[in-house]
């Protein structure tokens, strides 16, 4: 199959992943009401098209946190990436350098920091859950400093985990002991290149940034007992006083909604939000986030970095949530997409579609700069 766009290269993870690691990376939660709404309404913004402009000098650079960027994307923290290609997060590491953007490595990630670090000739941005364990979060706070990570984006919309049907459905949830085993291992056999190139020569299989707390543990039911006991509920505005305490460089928060939400994080001094239902794998029947965005770049836009993710299938997508108001966006299964389908070079081949997308959106729209791409080039406004 030739993947000549995003989409394609759902249907080629689909085909080439074990059925219970394609159903985590593409479900939502409950109904995945939210998670067809990230579609929806990005789907249903109409741009303005302008003619007789001069557009022979697009430029899509920016800058992000002090850092100048090819165009304003990032990679965003993905768990359990890695098992979607063999070493996944270095080899999406690897694009994201080569294309002039960063990288987000999650905490639940399959390739630990160092690894990735050492993959690459640049550091990474790294991504951190409110943990009970409050030595265990200094711990890798103060790893991903001593190895330059110049931000830190801390996900705050995931107190609880969300119930995603689909991996009851597929075995990966609520299938302890031989039983589960037995049905991912046939799944897995149903893909022998997957099952070859990551199932064998990827190995060792285990969440390499938690494995040292795991203390042996490296089952899939093993990594969600440590989910369910370690997030913690009891997280609060002032654990940012926390975080702050051990990291003292860019600090943007992920899983903001609510414009309430907005102001405070303002008020508290973050460098930058992102605006996001997590995929729509937690609370269903939520906003899509290109609705919540608009009323929440009105309230703090200024005061903060404002990024963006939810639904981004392409660069017409990233120019969508740019005009309304995002200065940049995260990319979640679009790249996860491609990094099953063909590893390293599928993720190089997703950005250089968005890159030459957005070109196109651009000069259609009659713009050429970044900083141009505003409501001016939308014929239908998002409600605030």
Same mark, same amino acid.
């Given at each position: 199959m030739i993947a000549a766009s995003i989409h394609d290269y759902r249907e080629l993870a689909r085909r080439r992943?074990?059925?219970? %690691?394609?159903?985590?990376?593409?479900?939502?939660?409950?109904?995945?009401?939210?998670?067809?709404?990230? @579609?929806?309404?990005?789907?249903?913004?109409?741009?303005?098209?302008?003619?007789?402009?001069?557009?022979?000098?697009?430029?899509?650079?920016?800058?992000?946190?002090?850092?100048?960027?090819?165009?304003?994307?990032?990679?965003?923290?993905?768990?359990?990436?890695?098992?979607?290609?063999?070493?996944?997060?270095?080899?999406?590491?690897?694009?994201?350098?080569?294309?002039?953007?960063?990288?987000?490595?999650?905490?639940?990630?399959?390739?630990? %920091?160092?690894?990735?670090?050492?993959?690459?000739?640049?550091?990474?941005?790294?991504?951190?859950?409110?943990?009970?364990?409050?030595?265990?979060?200094?711990?890798?706070?103060?790893?991903?400093?001593?190895?330059?990570?110049?931000? %830190?984006?801390?996900?705050?919309?995931?107190?609880?985990?969300?119930?995603?049907?689909?991996?009851? @459905?597929?075995?990966?949830?609520?299938?302890?002991?031989?039983?589960?085993?037995l049905r991912r291992a046939a799944q897995a056999l149903l893909r022998p290149g997957w099952a070859w190139d990551v199932g064998l020569r990827g190995r060792p299989h285990h969440l390499g940034n938690v494995a040292p707390v795991l203390k042996g543990k490296t089952g899939l039911q093993d990594f969600f007992a440590w989910m369910r006991n370690n997030f913690d509920p009891a997280i609060s505005w002032s654990d940012i006083d926390f975080i702050r305490e051990h990291w003292d460089c860019p600090l943007i928060i992920k899983g903001i909604l609510d414009v309430d939400d907005a102001r405070q994080a303002a008020r508290l001094g973050v460098d930058g939000l992102v605006v996001s239902n997590h995929g729509g794998r937690q609370l269903d029947g939520v906003p899509a986030s290109a609705e919540a965005l608009p009323a929440i770049a009105d309230a703090v836009s200024g005061d903060l970095k404002i990024l963006a993710d939810g639904g981004i299938r392409s660069g017409l997508d990233v120019v969508r949530m740019l005009a309304l108001g995002a200065d940049g966006v995260l990319l979640g299964r679009a790249w996860a997409y491609a990094l099953a389908g063909r590893g390293r070079a599928g993720v190089a081949h997703i950005l250089d579609l968005i890159d030459a997308e957005m070109r196109v959106a651009m000069a259609l729209t009659g713009v050429t700069r970044i900083s141009q791409i505003n409501m001016d080039i939308l014929t239908k406004r998002m409600p605030h």
């Open positions: 992943l074990p059925h219970f %690691l394609f159903e985590y990376m593409d479900g939502g939660s409950y109904a995945e009401v939210t998670l067809s709404r990230n @579609r929806e309404a990005l789907d249903g913004i109409a741009l303005r098209q302008r003619v007789l402009r001069d557009v022979s000098d697009i430029e899509l650079s920016t800058e992000l946190f002090g850092q100048s960027l090819a165009m304003p994307v990032a990679l965003g923290p993905i768990g359990l990436a890695g098992m979607n290609a063999r070493r996944g997060e270095v080899q999406a590491a690897q694009a994201a350098e080569t294309a002039g953007i960063p990288f987000t490595l999650s905490t639940v990630s399959a390739c630990p %920091l160092q690894e990735v670090r050492a993959g690459v000739s640049q550091p990474f941005w790294f991504q951190l859950y409110m943990i009970r364990d409050r030595e265990f979060m200094r711990d890798l706070m103060a790893e991903a400093r001593n190895l330059g990570c110049p931000a %830190l984006v801390f996900t705050v919309d995931m107190p609880v985990p969300g119930t995603r049907y689909r991996d009851y @459905r597929s075995g990966l949830a609520g299938a302890p002991g031989l039983a589960g085993d």
